[in-house]
């Protein structure tokens, strides 16, 4: 499977970048992820500067401003319903380096699940909520990362950052682990009897035989300077908001 990678300027208000996991339920993994990197020219009323984040996995990082490619999920290998995988998801401002100066930015992870058939085809009868992407038994809402319920369906989870990020400070994870539900292992969609001289042999398919799972992670970040009005027009959202250097999701 090939994918296409765009760049363009990356001095803008807003970055964006798009991690896409691909693996196999039950069966040899994918490792390779299409990294995708976009951004957005917003407002000219909007002061734009220069601003640079990085996506990270269990403390690697596997894409940034200026890079197209990487691996995701390569230590994993075979996926077992049921079992605990540790996937730790964290961004990182970018800034503060030898080449671009330190830029405080607010941040925002879109996480997104889904089945796909052998064809590429996303597959609909197959549930989001049988992927599990999580972080312990923490309750989001008590922060640091807060869901925005407006914004989220079975397929797609936003979270934002409460805390300003200063330049190369890291995020605290937003996840911990990956698991696919263990009644996945039993969903049989269909059997068959097939006589033998040594016996009867029943046959089964599973739901999920050939399906892969997808899993989107994207960070966003914004620059301070006037922060709720940028959350607005960039993001879209009338219930985020900040209040001296604290984010909250109303």
């Not at 969903?187 to 009897?193: E, Y």
Request: net charge negative; charged share 25%.
């Amino acid at each position: 499977m090939k994918f296409g990678m765009k760049k363009r300027s990356t001095r803008t208000l807003a970055m964006t970048i798009a991690a896409i996991l691909l693996f196999a339920c039950g069966g040899v993994m994918v490792a390779k992820a299409a990294l995708n990197i976009r951004s957005s020219n917003l407002d000219e009323t909007f002061e734009l500067d220069h601003v640079s984040v990085h996506l990270q996995e269990n403390g690697k990082i596997v894409n940034g401003a200026d890079s197209g490619s990487g691996a995701l999920m390569g230590s994993i290998g075979t996926i077992v319903p049921g079992k605990v995988y540790k996937e730790v998801i964290t961004a990182q401002n970018a800034t503060g380096t030898d080449t671009v100066d330190a830029v405080d930015q607010y941040a925002r992870i879109i996480l997104k699940k889904y089945w796909i058939n052998e064809d590429g085809s996303k597959d609909t009868t197959m549930k989001p909520s049988l992927i599990h992407l999580g972080y312990g038994n923490k309750d989001y809402n008590e922060g640091p990362w807060q869901i925005n319920d407006e914004e989220t369906t079975p397929e797609r989870t936003v979270y934002y950052y409460t805390k300003k990020l200063a330049g190369q400070e890291v995020t605290e994870p937003l996840i911990d682990y990956l698991k696919l539900d263990a009644s996945i292992a039993t969903d049989i969609s269909d059997t068959n009897l097939i006589p033998s001289h040594e016996g009867d042999v029943y046959k089964f398919t599973y739901r999920y035989d050939g399906k892969t799972i997808c899993v989107e992670a994207e960070v966003q970040v914004l620059q301070p300077h006037n922060i709720n009005d940028a959350i607005k027009s960039s993001w879209g959202v009338e219930n985020v908001t900040v209040s001296g250097d604290t984010l909250t999701v109303h």
